[in-house]
């Protein structure tokens, strides 16, 4: 079954490169302008629909910003979590090179995650205060998706599925994401399986419990990078992770950054300590051995 057809999209007609040059001769080399039926391009990235998601709780002009970058954010959640996931698929079928090209694109979509900040540096306590009341306990803390992407990374806690108990579907996809191995984990059997001594620890453990660094898995590090020549592909792939961590590190640099501008240390509005909350999350390092070997390079 197609993905179109699968979620009820209405159908993209395809056509080729013969037809679109004389439907291009017909119309004199200007846009088509007629349709039989739903414009060709709102059917395929459902404009429509996504223009009718903000639905602001407020009259305060602000919150259309606060609200449309919160969901762009959620969009690229999924896609670097999408992309994330291809990469893992082509490790585990050792094509480190294909793998490439996955972790290189969720690094650029990483970098369009990073500039959508951007859109919220107007935001004072003032701004965020006028509409923040209406929010209730909703929080970025609760995203789904961006759990998905931390558990992805390595950053398991089982604690923080909790909030998703009573949306059963979205609690079992995150369950079997917790409990399923991490990038990193299949980046270390990756490396078991090109000869490098990985301690069985690293490989056969609890993968809902976070990944504990090792000496062997930095000391194999060490090694690949000692290598620089055009065939490392392990080389390649270790720059390529470190785009990625780097990326995501920012993003949450800049969610402390926005937190700390807008709010300060008051309580967060999902509950939490806020500002301390965040730096503590931030703290946590995505691809640990990754980072401490480049000491000992």
Same mark, same amino acid.
């Given at each position: 079954m197609k993905s179109a057809e699968r979620i009820g999209a209405p159908v993209v007609v395809p056509v080729t490169a013969q037809e679109r040059a004389a439907r291009a001769a017909a119309n004199?080399?200007?846009?088509?302008l007629e349709f039989a039926g739903q414009i060709p391009y709102d059917a395929y990235v459902r404009a429509s629909t996504l223009h009718r998601m903000q639905q602001t709780l407020s009259d305060d002009p602000g919150e259309m910003s606060f609200l449309v970058i919160s969901?762009? $954010?959620e969009l690229y959640f999924g896609l670097v979590r999408?992309? +994330?996931? *291809? #990469?893992?698929?082509?490790?585990?079928?050792?094509?480190?090179?294909?793998a490439l090209a996955p972790l290189r694109r969720a690094a650029l979509h990483l970098e369009g995650l990073n500039a959508a900040w951007r859109g919220l540096r107007w935001m004072t306590p003032a701004d965020f205060n006028r509409f923040r009341n209406l929010l209730?306990?909703?929080?970025? &803390?609760?995203?789904? $998706? /961006?759990?998905? +992407? *931390?558990f992805l990374l390595g950053l398991k806690n089982a604690a923080l599925v909790r909030p998703f108990r009573r949306q059963p579907e979205i609690h079992a996809e995150l369950v079997e994401q +917790?409990? #399923?191995?991490?990038l990193w984990d299949d980046?270390?059997? !990756?490396?078991?399986?090109h000869g490098f001594p990985v301690p069985r620890q690293s490989?056969?453990?609890? &993968?809902?419990? *976070? /990944?504990? %660094?090792? %000496?062997?898995v930095e000391a194999a590090w060490v090694e690949i990078y000692g290598e620089d020549g055009p065939d490392n592909h392990l080389r390649l792939l270790g720059e390529a992770l470190s785009d990625v961590a780097d990326q995501f590190g920012d993003w949450r640099h800049q969610h402390v950054k926005a937190v700390q501008r807008t709010m300060g240390a008051k309580v967060g509005t999902g509950g939490s300590a806020g500002l301390?909350? +965040?730096?503590?999350?931030?703290?946590?390092?995505? &691809? %640990? *051995? !990754?980072?401490?070997?480049?000491?000992?390079m």
């Open positions: 004199a080399g200007r846009p088509t969901q762009i $954010m999408f992309e +994330l996931r *291809e #990469a893992q698929r082509l490790l585990r079928a050792d094509e480190v090179w294909s209730g306990e909703g929080s970025g &803390f609760q995203s789904a $998706m /961006y759990r998905h +992407l *931390e +917790l409990n #399923a191995p991490s980046v270390v059997a !990756l490396l078991h399986r490989l056969d453990r609890d &993968f809902s419990a *976070e /990944y504990e %660094p090792s %000496p062997l301390a909350w +965040l730096r503590r999350s931030a703290a946590r390092t995505v &691809f %640990p *051995e !990754l980072w401490s070997a480049r000491t000992a």
